[in-house]
């Protein structure tokens, strides 16, 4: 029996915003419905869910207790990561049986061992900004964890995007330590992916000798802009979310998925693949 594991991640839901779309308006909490829906349909399940920041758009515990109490209908173990919109004390107040949240710091960053891939989550909240930071208690940090275990393969989750896009309004809201976070992450090359969020985009890069990714919003999308723009306006790209399957035989695969419901065609056969 291979040592299969899959790992979902859904991000930026910011329960308790309402968008007005020409159609209508839309509460982001019902998108978070759906894609809570969606997870707990695939099969197999994914063995653990990773929430990568940015539950609730105000970090009130009103819209906490909201997705707290949808949570509570995962059918997989849910992990939490800090994001820009987040607020510690209630993150910790709210989700109080998440005591890995516990961490003795400022700091949500922790490490799960008892999975065949190891998660490591890492803190890049600043608090008062929309930046991110990774300042040097919480790289050292990092590198200690990574240090504690070199050989199993390992997923760094966070926030915010350690790269530049190339869209200048989403990467004026990056992140601060870039540089010095690639540079313990190429130290260590059982790290097969830093997966983040953040962006409400789909991007991929290699990077410091892994592969780091965005995983769109499972609430809402923001355009595809490589102008420098003063603001951007919500899309309604299809909600999504990632799924991450381990194979040892294989590796770590990405998958990306779209929450909601879309139609089938009906198969007309296997074409016959041309000759020429
Ligand atoms: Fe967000
Ligand atoms: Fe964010």
Redesign the pocket.
Known sequence: MKNLFTIAQIT?LHVGREIPFPSGKIALYDQLVKAVESVNNLDPLPDVLVVS??LANHGNEKDYKRVHGLFSTLKMPYYIVV???DQRSSLRSIFSEHTYMNTGSEYIQYALDDYPVRIVVIDTLAVGS?RGLMDKERLDWLDMALAQEKEKPTIIFM??PPFETGMPYPDSLGMDGKEELGAIIRKYNNVEAVAS??THREAALRWNGTVAYTTPSASFSYKLEFHDVDDLDPLMEPPAYRVFRWDPEVGLVSHLCFSGTYEYGITEGVPVPPEN
Do not use: A, E, Q, V
Request: proline share 0%; hydrophobic share 0%; charged share 20%.
């Open positions: 930026d920041g940015d994001g820009n919109h929309h926030h915010h969020g953040h």
